[in-house]
């Protein structure tokens, strides 16, 4: 009976947290006070002070002290919540702390109006771009390959360089390295974009392709266009008779499909992009040289895909193995340190002990103003469980409280850990666990690093568990780290990024023309 009346109660809560839209979308396109955003700007600073780690690692108290009031002062007249966003965001650039972000709210749909925007793709979306000399490039088009090598002039009447000039004091890198920034561009331009205006029927875009200019207007279309094709094309061949495939032929479609599925489980197939997370190849027809592309630590069945790749350079005494981090953004540590034990030579010890601002930073994280309700309701049904895990992990040493991760405690190599000759390929987007993976491998001598500085700082990074707060008034959301990660390894001066021992940035040219100029000196130097 107390159960039943438990998950009533559960049941009134998530039906009075449903805000309506309309109410929501009122609050985000009117004006906010002076007092109600100044409120805001107390209240995430407030949050920062309690629960980042390291906030001041980058810059002393009084300076952001000082930038916050400066930032209280400078709001003199009310505004929207994206007005207020982009005035905060700069301020909270300046910790240079890669992994806080900020998010201005954007207009919800009702559940019919979603139904129908998710039959439809904006045309935009389908676009790539590389930011080279200061200028934005179509790197790639799923739709129209004519676009690829076109510089971005103007977007609905607003100079290009004027809007990456606004995006780059919006975010920053880890500490004082600038390589992150121009790179972050190169995947992120459409977020950040996406962010500033939000929805967006059509796109106006004003290309330079050589010397000429031509403008293209981008629209919302439907997904199913394609498919729509299709079936005109089968309605017309209906009178051509089709065989019907025999019972082995079934069985061999089934086969196939079911490897496929595998396949994608291991590899992590991103249906977005339809790449893989992970690949896996040799250069040549001898396997004297493999090289391993690692697009993120994130989806996919991790330790099948390593587990494999590595069992197969040990049958084959494969001497030469290249791990490409470029563009490698991060993701799970559970993952780094499983394929670190891959790489390693000797016993290791692969991150110091966490440090935290809470005896319990899981419960701090679950219970975020700006979680889901039904998140909030499930840790607090298991909080004696949480709370008690947390209790045992987390220590106090030196008036400041530790985390104790698993990846903290000595561990050794795998058997048929890798032997030969080790690249790295890393570049300005190689960020937090990537970071952190190169940071082991370079402080042990392990391979040789091959492209540029990485975004992530070789000292460590917060991350790990995050806490993500809703402004009370203007509801723009802070992203706040929890979790100081960090490796045994450390150098000076603090809050630069793993650094290569042959620096090499691929140009415009090497990109359009898909020359891989790292690769390209690896594979000289194995013939060396």
């Given at each position: 009976m107390k159960l039943h009346f438990f998950w009533f109660l559960v049941l009134i809560v998530l039906f009075q947290s449903c805000g309506s839209t309309k109410k929501h979308n009122e609050i985000v396109t009117s004006l906010h006070s002076v007092d109600a955003?100044?409120?805001?700007?107390?209240?995430?600073?407030?949050?920062?002070?309690?629960?980042?780690?390291?906030?001041?690692?980058?810059?002393?108290?009084?300076?952001?002290?000082?930038?916050?009031?400066?930032?209280?002062?400078?709001?003199?007249?009310?505004?929207?919540?994206?007005?207020?966003?982009?005035?905060?965001?700069?301020?909270?650039?300046?910790?240079?702390?890669?992994?806080?972000?900020?998010?201005?709210?954007?207009?919800?749909?009702?559940?019919?109006?979603?139904?129908?925007?998710?039959?439809?793709?904006?045309?935009?979306?389908?676009?790539?771009?590389?930011?080279?000399?200061?200028?934005?490039?179509?790197?790639?088009?799923?739709?129209?390959?004519?676009?690829?090598?076109?510089?971005?002039?103007?977007?609905?009447?607003?100079?290009?360089?004027?809007?990456?000039?606004?995006?780059?004091?919006?975010?920053?890198?880890?500490?004082?390295?600038?390589?992150?920034?121009?790179?972050?561009?190169?995947?992120?331009?459409?977020?950040?974009?996406?962010?500033?205006?939000?929805?967006?029927?059509?796109?106006?875009?004003?290309?330079?392709?050589?010397?000429?200019?031509?403008?293209?207007?981008?629209?919302?279309?439907?997904?199913?266009?394609?498919?729509?094709?299709?079936?005109?094309?089968?309605?017309?061949?209906?009178?051509?008779?089709?065989?019907?495939?025999?019972?082995?032929?079934?069985?061999?479609?089934?086969?196939?499909?079911?490897?496929?599925?595998?396949?994608?489980?291991?590899?992590?197939?991103?249906?977005?992009?339809?790449?893989?997370?992970?690949?896996?190849?040799?250069?040549?027809?001898?396997?004297?040289?493999?090289?391993?592309?690692?697009?993120?630590?994130?989806?996919?069945?991790?330790?099948k895909f390593y587990r494999q790749s590595f069992e197969q350079l040990d049958s084959l005494k494969t001497p030469n193995l290249i791990i490409d981090l470029r563009d490698n953004g991060g993701g799970r540590l559970d993952e780094i340190f499983y394929l670190y034990r891959y790489l390693a030579q000797e016993d290791f010890q692969f991150i110091n002990r966490s440090e935290v601002n809470s005896r319990l930073p899981f419960m701090v994280f679950a219970m975020s103003n700006g979680n889901p309700l039904g998140m909030k309701i499930v840790a607090a049904i298991l909080s004696p469980f949480i709370v008690t895990h947390n209790l045992i992990k987390t220590k106090k040493l030196n008036d400041k409280f530790y985390y104790k991760f698993r990846y903290a405690k000595t561990k050794s190599p795998f058997e048929n850990n890798f032997k030969g000759k080790l690249y790295v390929l890393i570049n300005g987007n190689s960020f937090s666990a990537s970071s952190i993976l190169s940071t082991n491998i370079q402080a042990n001598n392990l391979a040789t690093f091959v492209g540029e500085e990485t975004g992530g700082a070789y000292n460590g990074t917060v991350a790990g568990l995050f806490r993500n707060y809703k402004l009370p008034n203007s509801r723009v959301r802070a992203r706040i780290g929890l979790m100081q990660i960090d490796a045994p390894h450390k150098v000076e001066p603090d809050g630069f990024g793993v650094k290569p021992d042959m620096p090499i940035i691929p140009t415009w040219d090497d990109v359009f023309n898909d020359r891989d100029p790292e690769v390209e000196w690896i594979l000289e130097d194995t013939k060396k």
């Amino acid at each position: 009976m107390k159960l039943h009346f438990f998950w009533f109660l559960v049941l009134i809560v998530l039906f009075q947290s449903c805000g309506s839209t309309k109410k929501h979308n009122e609050i985000v396109t009117s004006l906010h006070s002076v007092d109600a955003l100044r409120v805001d700007v107390d209240a995430v600073y407030n949050q920062f002070q309690k629960h980042h780690p390291r906030l001041y690692q980058y810059i002393s108290k009084d300076d952001l002290d000082f930038k916050f009031d400066s930032l209280k002062n400078s709001i003199t007249k009310p505004l929207t919540s994206h007005d207020f966003y982009e005035k905060l965001a700069p301020v909270l650039a300046e910790i240079r702390q890669g992994h806080i972000s900020l998010s201005p709210p954007q207009i919800e749909f009702t559940k019919k109006e979603r139904k129908v925007l998710r039959k439809e793709k904006f045309e935009f979306y389908d676009l790539n771009f590389n930011y080279f000399d200061n200028k934005l490039r179509v790197s790639e088009s799923k739709s129209d390959s004519l676009l690829v090598g076109s510089q971005v002039i103007m977007l609905n009447d607003e100079p290009a360089t004027d809007l990456i000039q606004k995006y780059q004091t919006l975010y920053a890198s880890d500490g004082f390295n600038t390589t992150l920034h121009d790179r972050y561009l190169n995947l992120g331009f459409q977020k950040l974009y996406a962010r500033d205006k939000g929805f967006l029927d059509s796109l106006s875009v004003t290309f330079k392709q050589k010397d000429s200019l031509y403008t293209k207007i981008f629209k919302r279309v439907q997904k199913d266009s394609t498919a729509k094709k299709a079936d005109a094309l089968k309605q017309e061949n209906d009178s051509i008779k089709v065989v019907k495939p025999t019972k082995a032929e079934r069985l061999a479609k089934r086969e196939k499909a079911k490897a496929l599925r595998a396949k994608n489980k291991i590899f992590g197939f991103e249906g977005s992009s339809g790449k893989y997370t992970r690949n896996f190849n040799f250069v040549d027809i001898d396997s004297t040289v493999a090289i391993m592309k690692i697009r993120g630590f994130g989806n996919g069945q991790f330790k099948k895909f390593y587990r494999q790749s590595f069992e197969q350079l040990d049958s084959l005494k494969t001497p030469n193995l290249i791990i490409d981090l470029r563009d490698n953004g991060g993701g799970r540590l559970d993952e780094i340190f499983y394929l670190y034990r891959y790489l390693a030579q000797e016993d290791f010890q692969f991150i110091n002990r966490s440090e935290v601002n809470s005896r319990l930073p899981f419960m701090v994280f679950a219970m975020s103003n700006g979680n889901p309700l039904g998140m909030k309701i499930v840790a607090a049904i298991l909080s004696p469980f949480i709370v008690t895990h947390n209790l045992i992990k987390t220590k106090k040493l030196n008036d400041k409280f530790y985390y104790k991760f698993r990846y903290a405690k000595t561990k050794s190599p795998f058997e048929n850990n890798f032997k030969g000759k080790l690249y790295v390929l890393i570049n300005g987007n190689s960020f937090s666990a990537s970071s952190i993976l190169s940071t082991n491998i370079q402080a042990n001598n392990l391979a040789t690093f091959v492209g540029e500085e990485t975004g992530g700082a070789y000292n460590g990074t917060v991350a790990g568990l995050f806490r993500n707060y809703k402004l009370p008034n203007s509801r723009v959301r802070a992203r706040i780290g929890l979790m100081q990660i960090d490796a045994p390894h450390k150098v000076e001066p603090d809050g630069f990024g793993v650094k290569p021992d042959m620096p090499i940035i691929p140009t415009w040219d090497d990109v359009f023309n898909d020359r891989d100029p790292e690769v390209e000196w690896i594979l000289e130097d194995t013939k060396k």
